[in-house]
């Protein structure tokens, strides 16, 4: 089946570092890619969607400026947490879509900021 | 605001046994639905689909129906084997807004050997 690879699976870092974490799809071409954050013990929350070559569209109170998403390819994107702060640790997972298809999730990343 | 709820947070089975898993969702413009599972440390495995066309869906041993007249859906698992033990979501979209999806908190389900 459909496999997205999602990179690294943890980091921990200190407070005022920027985090960069990819998403590829690894045996198709995603026309969309999503970020989600996930706090414990509550739902996924979707942050982002991106399509190919074109800019995010952002869900309501997420900021742009603190979370930069590229999308590169119909086969990567990238979420960068600027300035990482310790509220910013979460569960971060992405997943990719082809139109029509059920999304396909990565691993997800556990952002640790100290 | 939750437009998509899953009131059990957790469920425990007996092995062999029938797992019910519920989801109730706000808007009414919803049309397709998603069952995920989720193993700890990994990230959401797509496991079935109904769309509103259609009030019931049968994939193995897993079966979900939709009931559009209550905005509920649920999700059965029968007989539910230990391997089952992990996170549901379900997850639901409406045809105009794409593959955006919005996820219900989880329920954990153990099925006891």
């Known amino acids: 089946g459909a496999v997205v690879s999602q990179h690294p699976s943890w980091v921990i870092c200190k407070s005022g570092t920027s985090v960069k974490i990819e998403c590829r799809s690894l045996?198709?071409?995603?026309?969309?890619m999503f970020w989600y954050r996930q706090f414990p013990k509550q739902s996924l929350m979707l942050m982002a969607t991106?399509?190919?070559?074109?800019?995010?569209?952002?869900e309501q109170g997420v900021e742009k400026d603190k979370f930069l998403i590229n999308h590169a390819s119909l086969t990567l994107s990238t979420l960068t947490v600027t300035s990482a702060h310790p509220e910013d640790s979460s569960f971060y997972i992405c997943?990719?879509?082809?139109?029509?298809?059920?999304?396909?999730f990565g691993d997800g990343t556990r952002l640790s900021i100290l | 605001d939750q437009q998509v709820k899953q009131n059990s947070p957790s469920l425990s089975v007996q092995e062999g046994r029938i797992s019910i898993l519920n989801c109730d969702y706000t808007?009414?413009?919803?049309?397709?639905f998603l069952w995920y599972k989720k193993y700890p440390a990994e990230g959401p495995t797509f496991l079935i689909s109904?769309?509103?066309?259609?009030d019931k869906n049968e994939d193995g041993r897993f079966t979900v129906f939709l009931n559009k007249s209550a905005k509920h859906l649920s999700l059965h698992i029968v007989p539910s084997q230990p391997g089952d033990s992990a996170v549901y979501f379900c997850?639901?979209?409406?045809?105009?807004?794409?593959?955006?999806?919005?996820f219900g908190t989880g329920t954990s389900l153990t099925v006891i050997p």
């Open positions: 997943s990719a879509a082809l139109n029509g298809q059920p999304q396909h």
């Open positions: 045996d198709f071409q995603a026309t969309t």
């Open positions: 991106s399509n190919e070559g074109s800019k995010a569209t952002y």
């Open positions: 808007n009414s413009m919803f049309d397709y």
């Open positions: 109904i769309s509103s066309i259609k």
């Open positions: 997850a639901a979209s409406a045809s105009n807004t794409g593959n955006q999806f919005y």
